[in-house]
């Protein structure tokens, strides 16, 4: 098992940054490939970003060039580092992790194995 625990959403205005931590605890956390979703009420989870245990990344087109996944195996904590927020942006967050990575499939929700609570982000216009 491995347990997830989101942090550091916020109320921020459009064009602000926000960085959400993800810390796991339960398993050795660099043989995770980790990412992040999103849901806004009444829609679907998104897909935002994924990094492997080899640290390649992935990324949606709607944050290419805004949002940075990255990992700290020291820690056990994953990032998301989001810039030049958007109103669209608005979403619960979580973190996701899978053992068995398959880049085809990383933005299948499916995939990952284990979810965190989620931490909720809303940029306001």
């Known amino acids: 098992q491995v347990q997830l625990a989101e942090s550091g959403g916020g109320l921020v205005q459009a064009g602000a940054s926000l960085r959400l931590s993800c810390a796991a605890s339960?398993?050795?956390?660099?043989?995770?490939?980790m990412a992040w979703f999103r849901q806004a009420p009444g829609k679907e989870r998104e897909f935002v970003a994924a990094?492997?245990?080899?640290?390649?990344?992935f990324y949606a087109d709607s944050v290419k060039g805004r949002f940075t996944i990255s990992r700290d195996n020291a820690k056990n904590t994953l990032f998301l580092q989001m810039s030049s927020l958007k109103p669209e942006d608005t979403a619960a967050y979580y973190c996701?992790?899978?053992?068995?990575?398959?880049?085809?499939?990383?933005?299948?929700?499916?995939?990952?194995?284990?979810w965190g609570q989620g931490t909720q982000v809303t940029v306001s216009s």
């Open positions: 339960g398993r050795p956390f660099n043989m995770y490939s």
């Open positions: 996701a992790a899978v053992r068995f990575f398959h880049p085809l499939r990383s933005k299948t929700p499916e995939e990952y194995d284990y």
């Open positions: 990094i492997s245990s080899s640290t390649s990344t």
